[in-house]
């Protein structure tokens, strides 16, 4: 069974960063499209950035600049390095990946467990 399994959440002050990781485990063959959304208290669960597996990144506009999705296929773990941090940024943040677990299997989606991210002084 494959799953996602999120890290690197915590609290920090304005301006500071953080390195969320999606770690990919389980019969896998290749992570197609992952995107990480986040969910701040009351609110609805909002994208913020989408790595497609042909190498497009989309940033929602508010995270532009400021952060950014990287890949290490040699773990199979997807990164968000978020910089700049804002208290608007406070969130539970989720990953989401479409895996396929074969060559010619059809990819599924799967959420990551989601890791809490503060932002304040």
């Known amino acids: 069974q494959v799953q996602l399994v999120e890290s690197g959440g915590g609290s920090v002050q304005p301006g500071g960063s953080l390195r969320l990781s999606c770690a990919a485990s389980?019969?896998?063959?290749?992570?197609?499209?992952m995107a990480w959304y986040r969910q701040a208290p009351g609110k609805q669960r909002e994208l913020v950035a989408v790595?497609?597996?042909?190498?497009?990144?989309n940033y929602e506009d508010s995270v532009k600049g400021r952060f950014s999705v990287s890949r290490d296929n040699a773990k199979n773990t997807v990164y968000l390095q978020m910089n700049s941090l804002k208290p608007e940024d406070t969130a539970v943040y989720y990953c989401?990946?479409?895996?396929?677990?074969?060559?010619?299997?059809?990819?599924?989606?799967?959420w990551g467990q989601g890791t809490q991210v503060t932002v304040s002084d």
């Open positions: 389980g019969r896998l063959y290749s992570i197609d499209d």
């Open positions: 989401y990946g479409r895996l396929r677990d074969s060559r010619y299997g059809t990819a599924h989606g799967y």
């Open positions: 790595d497609t597996s042909v190498g497009n990144v």
